[in-house]
């Protein structure tokens, strides 16, 4: 699934920030660059780095092809 939408059906973060983010090198699947159109599948660690030198990283445990419910994002990701 796209790296872009999977991001935003999970809430961590909006499609259009999700897309800046890839587009300028900080946002790493598997510890490579990436598109916005990347794919991401389960068992990939995806990495986001933050513009105050700080990072968030996560494993994918699930494919989230629809927006996910409030308070059930935890089925679709795990810190890492």
Do not use: H, Q, W
């Amino acid at each position: 699934m796209r790296l872009d939408v999977f991001l935003r059906n999970t809430r961590l973060m909006r499609r259009s920030v999700a897309k800046r983010a890839a587009a300028s090198g900080r946002i790493l699947v598997n510890g490579k660059k990436v598109k916005a159109a990347g794919n991401v599948r389960v068992g990939d660690v995806v990495v986001i780095l933050n513009a105050d030198d700080s990072s968030r990283r996560i494993k994918v445990l699930s494919e989230a092809g629809r927006p996910v419910p409030r308070g059930r994002e935890a089925e679709y990701f795990e810190d890492a």
